[in-house]
């Protein structure tokens, strides 16, 4: 292989950037291998018989998140909501998936890469020449450096070489014909007029009618959106630290403990810890506080463990000497003005059965002990109290329903002679805009092309079309054609420029139609990390 690269050394240099070379080695060499991985599961997608790995598909994610990451590094960079908009691992892992259906149709279309092939295409690379030229030691030096044997390096351009002359066999077969030429000579210099019909749900909400049946049924079937929330009403004690604070003793050795202990809480300005001297006091009050709470906790615990079995809340807050609280039925939303913002207890409660005794529980306002008096599930509100809700969700999607029905039948009679009742209107005479723009009726470029393969013999579409909140059924009034001669002239440049989007869309149909006829089990944990 090296003999050959020696005589190959003047070929055409190919600008290629070598970190992208070691990585597309990397992520095609694999798929020349009969990678049989048993019942292992450490793979990234399985081709038929081809395994890809985890190792090709990390490459690939992030050499395509690299190249994204360049491109967005001037405005606020590659966030991760892009990142997951632009799909870049499912891209990452379809990109592997192509290639092990590319080179396995190389076969079925009898294609090789020659030694010769490969040679050239190393020899041609700039980071293997010096001035212009191939340089053999220059070569094994780069390889060396990167772990990588010429052997393998090689195999791996054969690979890609295969893949990019099996893709550019598949694009080759596209043809833009006359016929094809033609269309598009029009689409993009004829003029159109058309006449249509909308419709609005907004416009049609007033007629609907409504019956009782109809509420009813709406407001079963939406049952979740018209229930009244669960309510819970609790017993509880609120236990204050803050009365036992001044009865404790902390210990010089249990002042420096919990100050090493809780060293986060005394940061000066810097984010550096202010020495334990100069914050004694503040250490001190501090550690009698959690002394206290802990002490309070405890003896909360025991009461409580001591008496859960009666149920019995008043018993407890006798024992520790405090009262006990009542609360009316509340909600999770809108919880009693003394337990705002108790986020914890709040939850605890609602999910204690009638009767349970709860705690302890510390927050920062204490320390709290709680029975759950009552519950009320949530249930369905009657249709007296949501009616004005109700009638207006029913009349709204009944409405849509009607503006639908009333398109379609329009868009069937338009395809008739017939346009009895219809208050059609018509659009200024318009040309083909990428934007999909269409005079008097809105910004719909699906609805723009179809209008572009009317004709007077088939002058309207099959269905109408919902444009932001209007439903249309539209017909082809008039087509003023440009002239033929011009085409006469602009053919043959027409087709070259359309021929680069056929040879995408040959090469999309048939990876399409190989993967449908493929088994390919995806690694399902890659693209949802």
Do not use: C
């Not at 079309?465 to 440049?493: C, H, P």
Request: aromatic share 8%.
């Amino acid at each position: 292989m090296l003999d050959l690269m020696r005589k190959k050394k003047e070929s055409i240099i190919i600008k290629v950037v070598f970190v992208f070379i070691i990585l597309s080695f990397v992520i095609s060499f694999g798929y020349f291998f009969d990678n049989m991985s048993g019942g292992s599961k450490s793979y990234a997608a399985k081709v038929d018989r081809t395994t890809i790995s985890l190792e090709q598909y990390q490459n690939s994610y992030q050499r395509l998140r690299d190249i994204y990451q360049q491109l967005f590094g001037q405005a606020g960079g590659l966030t991760p909501e892009l990142e997951k908009q632009l799909n870049i691992r499912q891209v990452a892992l379809d990109r592997l998936i192509d290639g092990v259906l590319l080179a396995k149709g190389s076969k079925e279309l009898g294609i090789k890469v020659s030694k010769d092939e490969v040679a050239a295409a190393i020899a041609a690379m700039p980071a293997f020449q010096r001035n212009g030229q191939f340089d053999l030691g220059l070569y094994q030096q780069t390889l060396k450096v990167s772990r990588l044997t010429p052997n393998d390096f090689e195999e791996g351009q054969k690979a890609d070489l295969l893949i990019a002359k099996t893709r550019k066999a598949i694009m080759d077969k596209a043809v833009v014909s006359d016929d094809d030429a033609k269309a598009q000579y029009h689409k993009e210099r004829d003029r159109v007029e058309l006449s249509y019909v909308s419709y609005s749900a907004t416009e049609l909400a007033a007629a609907i009618k409504l019956t009782d049946r109809e509420l009813e049924e709406y407001l079963k079937t939406n049952a979740d959106k018209f229930k009244a929330p669960e309510k819970v009403a609790i017993s509880y004690l609120l236990l204050d630290p803050s009365a036992q604070v001044a009865d404790q003793q902390v210990t010089n050795e249990e002042q420096e403990g919990f100050y090493r202990k809780n060293l986060d809480r005394y940061l000066g300005s810097d984010n550096s810890p202010i020495p334990f001297e100069k914050i004694k006091d503040q250490v001190l009050a501090d550690a009698k506080r959690s002394k206290a709470s802990k002490a309070l906790f405890e003896k909360a615990a025991d009461t409580l463990y001591q008496n859960i079995k009666t149920g019995d809340l008043q018993l407890v807050a006798d024992k520790l000497q405090t009262k006990v609280n009542e609360t009316a039925l509340f909600t999770a939303a809108l919880p009693p003005q003394a337990l705002a913002g108790e986020q914890a207890l709040l939850t605890k409660a609602f999910e204690l059965k009638v009767g349970e005794l709860g705690g302890p529980l510390e927050t920062a306002k204490g320390i709290y002990l709680f029975k759950v008096k009552e519950k009320k599930p949530a249930e369905l509100l009657p249709l007296a109290k949501v009616r004005g809700t109700v009638e207006q969700q029913v009349r709204a999607i009944k409405a849509s329903e009607l503006a639908k029905q009333k398109a379609v039948e329009a868009q069937k009679q338009l395809g008739t002679t017939n346009h009895a009742g219809l208050k059609l209107q018509t659009t200024p005479a318009f040309g083909y805009n990428a934007k999909g723009d269409l005079p008097a009726i809105g910004n719909s470029l699906p609805l723009l092309e179809s209008a572009f393969k009317l004709t007077a013999a088939a002058p309207a579409p099959s269905e109408p079309m919902l444009i932001g909140n209007r439903w249309y059924a539209v017909r082809l009034k008039q087509r003023t054609s440009a002239s033929e001669a011009d085409f006469t002239s602009q053919k043959e440049v027409l087709k070259q420029r359309m021929l680069p989007q056929r040879q995408e869309e040959a090469l999309k149909n048939w990876l399409l139609e190989r993967r449908a006829k493929a088994k390919v089990d995806i690694n399902q944990g890659l693209l949802n990390p």
